[in-house]
């Protein structure tokens, strides 16, 4: 299996800065797609940003020149800078891959890490 466990969540206030990171681990073949998604209470998931194994670079537009996504093939690990977090930041953060297993089964398969809570105090 493969398993992507965050950090780097809390509490902030307006204005504050977190990093979040990502590793993934276990049966990994290749990793294509990395990224963030996020859900505050009553909404749904939805993109933050993503990064493509060439280090392409897709930004939600709430977040563009605030957030930084990069990551660290060698590591396996993905990272998220926030700058200029704002009240409405807040949600549970989610890592994401798009990876293949080693071993017969060949497929790019999405894993989901289990969250990690970001909340920003106004």
């Known amino acids: 299996q493969v398993q992507l466990v965050e950090s780097g969540g809390g509490l902030v206030q307006a204005g504050g800065s977190l990093r979040l990171s990502c590793v993934a681990s276990g049966n990994i073949f290749r990793i294509n797609r990395m990224g963030w998604y996020r859900q505050a209470p009553g909404k749904q998931r939805e993109l933050v940003a993503i990064i493509t194994n060439g280090d392409s670079t897709n930004y939600a537009d709430s977040v563009k020149g605030r957030f930084t996504i990069s990551r660290d093939n060698a590591k396996n690990t993905v990272y998220l800078e926030m700058q200029s977090l704002r009240p409405e930041d807040t949600a549970v953060y989610y890592c994401?891959?798009?990876?293949?297993?080693?071993?017969?089964?060949?497929?790019?398969?999405?894993?989901w890490g289990q969250g990690t809570q970001v909340t920003v105090s106004s």
């Open positions: 994401y891959c798009n990876a293949q297993k080693t071993g017969w089964d060949d497929r790019y398969l999405d894993y």
